[in-house]
């Protein structure tokens, strides 16, 4: 990803590549979509901004059609014997899940992990509101028997996905 510094003292662009290691041109929507974001969240910011491009605004027009969605994170922490323990209460823990889904309040869930690793370190859920996901760990037999050594919950604005 390639990033330019635009100065209001003089007009030259410092470019840094970023961790693609890259110099590839998705200047054009990336950088002023870029510069526009760092700005609005940053008042005390002397960098000027310039306008919106014509590519820019047409793309902005397309996700703005597309009003955001809250979808709730649910994460959990596993014990490390994970594989060893959950035998008995994995079938109540995936029929409450399955519940969820065919009641429209659960969107996806599963294990999560080092990649390649063998055993889960915890697993991530996707709600489409807050009671659901306190419900489900409520009355998942995994927390009730000490499968899951923590869990968070956290509101996730999606603004954009694929259709």
């Known amino acids: 990803l390639l990033c330019e510094k635009w100065s209001p003292r003089r ?10 290691g890259s110099s590839t041109s998705l200047m ?11 700005a609005s969240h940053s008042p005390q910011s002397s960098t000027l901004v310039r306008p919106f491009t014509s590519t820019t605004t047409s ?7 597309v009003p955001p969605t809250k979808n709730y994170l649910l ?10 323990k959950r035998g008995p209460y994995r079938a109540g ?7 969820m889904i065919a009641d429209n309040t659960c969107l996806s869930g599963g294990p999560v992990g080092e990649p390649d690793g063998e055993v889960p370190t915890g697993a991530l859920f996707v709600f489409t509101d807050l009671d659901a996901a306190k419900a489900f760990v409520e009355g998942d037999p995994y927390v009730e028997n000490g499968i899951v050594t923590g869990h968070t919950i956290q509101e996730w604005t999606v603004v954009v996905q694929k259709e």
């Open 11 to 20: 007009d030259t662009r410092h470019k840094t590549t970023g961790m693609f």
């Open 75 to 84: 994460t959990y922490d596993y014990i490390p014997e994970v594989l060893e």
């Open 59 to 65: 793309m902005q027009t397309s996700l703005a059609a």
């Open 93 to 99: 823990h995936l029929e409450l899940a399955q519940k």
């Open 28 to 38: 054009a929507l990336s950088r002023t979509s870029i510069v526009a974001f760092l």
